[in-house]
């Protein structure tokens, strides 16, 4: 097939909005302008029956307009050699050329796009018969704008305990429908932080998000703008603007070894233009430590500057290292029964399909029992399995994820028979290979879901063209994908499993023994001695795993006594230092609840149940402790990844039973409500007992924090809970919590966001923390705002050192800095002051500003000379981080020299917070360096040295090493 012919075809095909099977089908059909296959061959070419290349056929001339009585290959034919023919003569002016140019690259882009947009549970169903439209199958998903609450850094006070009642670290928004969602954020660019220019969409697996961003590819197509689809899976380490022009515009080129220079001049143009938008799709399946930092560094640079970005990253990934700047949507899980009802309907109707099949299935999820898989399909990649496999006859729903998933592996091996007969014994033989290779691709630091041929080989040996061998078969069959060559080596296959939910099942399947996930010392902790004669392993608290391990646990093939024993070990783990990570475990062990019925289920759930609540009885006071609180905010949390129906049973059971004889009964009381709503937001019962508590909210300080978050959480349309909150707010207008819950009130009800509302009294507001939460807001909505902008050089005319030092957290976001007016006052405390070491709060503001106007890039030599001083000699070890930062990034030391440096403050420095920013900073520049880890393991044996800070900064610089 000549190249001139393909392309033709492929544009043709993006012209005529053919789907991307019917696409290749064309091809097969018409392999030159004089000659077509017959239905047989194209099929054989396929690897599809001839039943199939009719329909899809069929659907190709119903799309060239072709119909009525006569040979429709020949009219087809006729068709295409006309258009061919007229595509093919010379232009008459250059300036033509040039435009066909720019539109052939869009062609191009939307060609590319094309290939991208199949469903992933199509791809194995369409073999077997089972074909559907991915616009017959969507479902709109909600998103979720996910904000990040300012960092604390302590609780100063009894009426900032509840934040620990408050919404998690992530909170919702808005919630969008997808028309909404591309008319407010794609067309209007509507959001917070970036105006629709950098936009994150998150969630798990299977979940949509590269459906979504497909659906927005679509859309930017249909509105005259160029989306470029990459797969990330592909880049490797190669930078991303090389990366697109070179390997992504030879490929759009259809060229063999590099696309024509006038190419990427069209290219280089739509960028500058800002006509591109890249879909950066599967940042969690990239080859490279550090992705999403990696991601962030790439697009901070001037050629990315017009471009629009949508990325999809797994939630985990995403929540472990976030890039500033974008606005974060997460797919929301389908609502049950509405949506979930919905897809089955759509799946059983379509056209082979027998409708009662899916009536019963409806019917089957409604029993009791069932509710844990009807929460587990609310996922779509699982629902289209489990619809798949109840369409084969299965006829029983599974209650746990990993059953669901054996469900369709072995429905699959059936449906396959006829295809590819296999034997029980060799489908298990294949299985064990199939498992160790995903067990260990996921355990690697690199290349995880992206697997090059010669790693394949190790556990599934042979080639995948010599027939009967493992490689060979699990190609055949489908469960491993050709999908491009190598990063670094561009002559050799890379293969993927056909869905990373795929690869994770089979790599559970694989492991026997909770020993693989840890091995540990529960009597003398200590990650790096041998304990038994094998290193420690602790994989429970790696990433990769997180969510594999409660997949472990739902295998029925694996003994009770087995589950039963990890659970123990995870509920009693002892880390030795503060139970940081004891409390990890525990919270690991709860999520495991939900996949297998332990012994001990109740004696977790009541276990965090109570960790939640911190007021003391003994002394009457509600606990201030920092890491207390924060670990009974997880704790909450964690409630609600437990087994549901035994969570919502045991607090309605416990609610049924505390008395309210006393204070501290009436907290319990609304604590354990509070939980129950978080786990079922819809229980009435929850709800009444939170407006009970309204009336006495109102003249009790404690109380009134407390109800805050409830009542935010009840309805935002509720007058109940509206009245209660405005009047809790007002009674407490300098509470941080009441403060946070009258924002997200006023964000949702006041077109301003209540902008007016907040600043109309600034001038009268104490200067504490409340304040500076407010400023953070108001300067988010209304950058320029004068009030904010004249308080903020109000306070910098303090000498006072709290004021002082909440305004350096406050600068610590750049955006503060870009005000001329805030840097004027800056620049002129420097000029008018001269520092001294140790100096009064007056020197302190002198270091703030100072280190202020060099992250900014504002250097003199007195400014120079003070930061190199701060950095050498100051007392306070985070002030000469800072200063030390703010040099690196003013450029006045090299990248050796800042390196050098903070591995000394690592080695050397007390405070641990100091040591902690040090780390991550080294961390983030020596990912692979082990002069990170060892400074640590120093720090570790030496008994002078902090055990629990020296373990956490060893997890978070080289966690894959443990």
Known sequence: MSSDWQTFLKNIAVAKCLAPEQTETLLQKFPSPHETNTQTKVGMELGIEGSSVQARLAEIYTKFGISGKGTKTQKLQTILQTEFHQSSQPQVAEATTAAISLEQMKRSCYDLLERQKRLSTNALMAKDGIEFKPDDLFVPLGLVE?????????????????????????????????????????REGNTPKSHGQRLAITGEPGAGKTTLLQRIGDWLRAHDQVPIWISLANVGAKPLREYLLEDWLRDAAGATDAAAPDWKATLEQLLKAGQVCLLLDGVDEMTIPQALRWIGEQLGEGWAASVRVVLTCRLNVWESAALPGFDVYRSLAFDYPDQVEQFIDQFFQREGACPALGQALKEELEQPG???????????????????????????????????????????????QREFPILPNEQETLNQALGELAREAIDQNDSRFRLRESFIQRFLPGHPQQEGSLFWQAARIGWLNHIGITADKPYEKAYSFWHPTFQEYFAVYSIQNWGYFLHHNNQVPNPLRHHAGKPCVYRIFQIQWAELIPLWFGRKDVSSSERESFISVLIEFNDGCRDIFSRKAYFLAAACTSEFASSRTQEIILELADHGLHWRKDQDFWNENLISCYQGLHSAKALTSARREDVIKLLESKLANTKTASKYEDYIRLHEANLLQDVSPENKRAQEIILEFAEKAENDAALGLIMISNLVKISPESAEAKDALLKIAKYNENSFAATMALIHFL?????????????????????????????????????????????????????????????????ESKS????????????????????????????????IAVISLGKVGIVDDKIESSLKLISREHWDERQRCQALFALFEMRSITQDEFSETLFNFLYSFQDASARWEVAEKLAELHPNDWRVPEQVIDWMLNPVRSWDTAFLTLVRCSSSNL
């Open 146 to 186: 996910r904000r990040k609450r300012p960092r604390r850094r302590d609780i100063e006070s009894s009426d900032q305990g509840s934040q620990l009642y408050g919404a998690t670290e992530e909170e919702v928004t808005q919630t969008f429908q997808h028309q909404d969602f591309f008319e407010q954020v794609i």
């Open 370 to 416: 069932k509710e844990r898989i009807c929460d587990s399909v609310k996922n779509p990649l699982r629902l289209s399995l489990l619809c798949y496999t109840w369409e084969l006859g299965v006829g029983e729903l599974p209650d746990t994820k990993a059953e669901l998933y054996r469900q369709f592996v072995e429905a699959f091996y059936t449906l396959k």
């Open 747 to 811: 964000e949702s009800h006041y077109e301003d966001g209540g902008v007016g509302f907040l600043t109309q009294d600034l001038e009268k507001r104490q200067p504490n923390f409340v304040l500076f939460q407010i400023i953070r807001y108001v300067h988010k909505k209304d950058p320029g705002n004068q009030k904010i902008i004249r308080k903020i050089i109000e306070l910098l005319d303090s000498c006072e050192e709290h004021i002082i030092e909440e305004i350096f957290y406050l600068f």
């Open 816 to 847: 503060f800095l870009e005000n001329p007016e805030i840097l004027n006052v800056l620049k002129k405390i420097v000029e008018d002051d001269e520092y001294e070491l140790d100096g009064d709060g007056k020197g302190f503001r002198y270091e």
